[in-house]
């Protein structure tokens, strides 16, 4: 039998940039999954940690929130009585798309299924099916969410173009 020659071969420079894109997309996905985590464990003082000092938060019938201290404030506001405790509901997300403009500027959309874990085993544990339309900031060499704006698809339709 031939020994076979172990030939590495070194990556060429567009194949070192895709890899370093890659790894920008990543990260912003990582930050995706730790906002729901926090959201869900309902750690919210880390939580607005995810955000920009200014990000804008547009969650249709919740409303339009900007800056971090009113982002904190609503959501406390939002997560009372049956939502406080930790997992009392899910936000699953899936086919995340991240599409990097600039080195520090990325969009992105991902879909929510959004369910409620304090219903009777009878009721219907999903809330909403809507997507998460998202501009992205990399700042001190963190990715943070600037603005996202939720569209409502389902069980009621509250959209803005391009998705109404």
Same mark, same amino acid.
């Given at each position: @039998?031939?020994?076979?020659?172990?030939? %590495?071969?070194?990556?060429?420079? %567009?194949? =070192?940039?895709?890899?370093?894109?890659?790894?920008?997309?990543?990260?912003?996905?990582?930050?995706?999954?730790? +906002?729901? +985590?926090? @959201?869900?464990?309902?750690?919210?003082?880390?939580?607005?940690? =995810?955000? /920009?000092?200014?990000?804008?938060?547009?969650?249709? &019938? +919740?409303?339009?929130? /900007?800056?971090?201290?009113?982002?904190?404030?609503?959501?406390?506001?939002?997560?009372?009585?049956?939502?406080?405790?930790?997992?009392?509901?899910? $936000?699953?997300?899936?086919? $995340?798309?991240?599409?990097?403009?600039?080195?520090? $500027?990325?969009?992105?959309?991902?879909?929510? @299924?959004?369910?409620?874990?304090?219903? %009777?085993?009878?009721?219907?544990?999903?809330?909403?099916?809507?997507?998460?339309?998202?501009?992205?900031?990399? /700042?001190?060499?963190?990715?943070?969410?600037?603005?996202?704006?939720?569209?409502?698809?389902? &069980?009621?339709? $509250?959209?803005? &173009? &391009? +998705?109404?």
């Amino acid at each position: @039998m031939n020994a076979q020659k172990n030939e %590495s071969k070194e990556l060429d420079a %567009s194949e =070192i940039d895709r890899l370093k894109k890659l790894l920008e997309v990543e990260a912003i996905k990582e930050l995706r999954l730790s +906002y729901n +985590y926090l @959201m869900d464990l309902r750690d919210l003082d880390q939580l607005v940690n =995810i955000f /920009t000092d200014d990000a804008l938060c547009e969650y249709g &019938p +919740y409303g339009s929130w /900007t800056g971090k201290e009113e982002i904190l404030s609503n959501y406390r506001g939002v997560f009372t009585g049956d939502l406080k405790a930790p997992f009392s509901s899910f $936000h699953p997300n899936a086919n $995340h798309r991240v599409q990097l403009l600039t080195d520090t $500027h990325a969009e992105g959309q991902v879909y929510l @299924m959004d369910f409620v874990t304090h219903v %009777s085993a009878e009721e219907n544990p999903l809330l909403w099916l809507a997507l998460y339309d998202e501009e992205y900031q990399k /700042t001190k060499g963190q990715w943070k969410i600037a603005r996202t704006s939720l569209q409502f698809f389902w &069980p009621e339709r $509250h959209t803005k &173009p &391009p +998705y109404s």
